[in-house]
């Protein structure tokens, strides 16, 4: 009777492709990971006609407790804790640039009293420019 | 002489991360294409060279004292009735400007609700007032929207 040969597999993983994997990876956490300037996150008031505004624009943000934060749009964002330091901010992006936009990113439920202030620093401060983020508002059914 | 036996290597290319290569190409596109998702309401001031000041007497005036608690012109008015009123008003006047003045304790939306009517109207010349000059125009008007 004639011996049969075994011809024996070697389990082996491959792992050409686990260099690839990794960067796909690398790269799916690089994309949905978000770089905002500002932190701070507010419930936006609601608008129709909404424009995009400049991408390096300064922002303003004001939470519900009239919490401030500030940032050029480049850099992250800081707290402020009065307007002076504000104004102060304001002062200095309208000097560097007077044609920058400075985009207000307000609580929906702030006091107008809060907006004012900031927007009186603004108009004291000759910016020409003023975004109010808002978000898409939902077509209510009737 | 004994014939030596050449092993050939086949020619082939290498196919398989080509997949790999393509979705690589794919999400680099995604990274580097530019998009925004910041909109908002625009909102210009003129510069101190081409100030125009708005005469409270000439301009439409809203007011608002809460949220859809609105005056136009002292009447008080929906917002629905608001935007009936400056499109009348902007078919004799295009250029006619608009003030929105709003009590300091009301909520912020308040105030976006109207600019928004307002940019919807295609209006041209929207003024929010500062203080001073809610306080100015009411000392020389008896109050504005007169």
Same mark, same amino acid.
């Given at each position: 009777?004639?011996?049969?040969?075994?011809?024996?597999?070697?389990?082996?993983?491959?792992?050409?492709?686990?260099?690839?994997?990794?960067?796909?990876?690398?790269?799916?956490?690089?994309?949905?990971?978000?770089?905002?300037?500002?932190?701070?996150?507010?419930?936006?008031?609601?608008?129709?006609?909404?424009?995009? @505004?400049?991408?390096?624009?300064?922002?303003?943000?004001?939470?519900?407790?009239?919490?401030?934060?500030?940032?050029?749009?480049?850099?992250?964002?800081?707290?402020?804790?009065?307007?002076?330091?504000?104004?102060?901010?304001?002062?200095?992006?309208?000097?560097?640039?007077?044609?920058?936009?400075?985009?207000?990113?307000?609580?929906?439920?702030?006091?107008?009293?809060?907006?004012?202030?900031?927007?009186?620093?603004?108009?004291?401060?000759?910016?020409?420019?003023?975004?109010?983020?808002?978000?898409?508002?939902? @077509?209510?059914?009737? | 002489?004994?014939?030596?036996?050449?092993?050939?290597?086949?020619?082939?290319?290498?196919?398989?991360?080509?997949?790999?290569?393509?979705?690589?190409?794919?999400?680099?596109?995604?990274?580097?294409?530019?998009?925004?998702?910041?909109?908002?309401?625009?909102?210009?001031?003129?510069?101190?060279?081409?100030?125009?000041?708005?005469?409270?007497?000439?301009?439409?005036?809203?007011?608002?004292?809460?949220?859809?608690?609105?005056?136009?012109?002292?009447?008080?008015?929906?917002?629905?009735?608001?935007?009936?009123?400056?499109?009348?008003?902007?078919?004799?006047?295009?250029?006619?400007?608009?003030?929105?003045?709003?009590?300091?304790?009301?909520?912020?939306?308040?105030?976006?609700?109207?600019?928004?009517?307002?940019?919807?109207?295609?209006?041209?010349?929207?003024?929010?007032?500062?203080?001073?000059?809610?306080?100015?125009?009411?000392?020389?008007?008896?109050?504005?929207?007169?």
């Amino acid at each position: 009777m004639k011996k049969l040969r075994v011809h024996r597999v070697t389990a082996v993983i491959p792992t050409a492709s686990m260099a690839d994997i990794a960067f796909l990876l690398i790269i799916f956490f690089m994309l949905t990971t978000s770089f905002s300037p500002v932190k701070m996150s507010v419930d936006l008031a609601e608008a129709i006609n909404r424009q995009e @505004v400049d991408k390096d624009a300064a922002i303003i943000a004001i939470g519900t407790a009239g919490v401030m934060e500030i940032s050029n749009g480049i850099q992250t964002g800081n707290r402020i804790n009065s307007l002076e330091e504000l104004d102060l901010f304001v002062k200095e992006i309208v000097g560097l640039d007077p044609s920058k936009q400075f985009i207000i990113k307000a609580d929906r439920n702030i006091r107008y009293e809060t907006f004012n202030a900031v927007y009186e620093k603004l108009r004291n401060n000759n910016c020409r420019r003023i975004a109010l983020l808002t978000e898409a508002r939902r @077509v209510e059914s009737q | 002489m004994a014939l030596q036996i050449r092993n050939k290597i086949p020619a082939d290319i290498p196919t398989a991360s080509m997949a790999d290569i393509a979705f690589l190409l794919i999400i680099f596109f995604m990274l580097t294409s530019v998009y925004s998702t910041n909109f908002g309401l625009e909102y210009g001031l003129p510069k101190s060279e081409d100030l125009v000041n708005v005469q409270p007497l000439e301009a439409m005036h809203i007011h608002i004292m809460g949220p859809g608690a609105y005056t136009i012109d002292r009447r008080p008015a929906t917002l629905q009735q608001i935007g009936g009123y400056i499109d009348n008003k902007l078919k004799q006047n295009p250029k006619k400007p608009i003030i929105i003045q709003t009590e300091p304790d009301v909520p912020y939306h308040a105030t976006i609700e109207v600019l928004d009517l307002c940019k919807q109207l295609k209006v041209e010349n929207v003024s929010i007032p500062t203080s001073f000059e809610v306080a100015m125009w009411g000392a020389f008007a008896g109050g504005i929207g007169k």
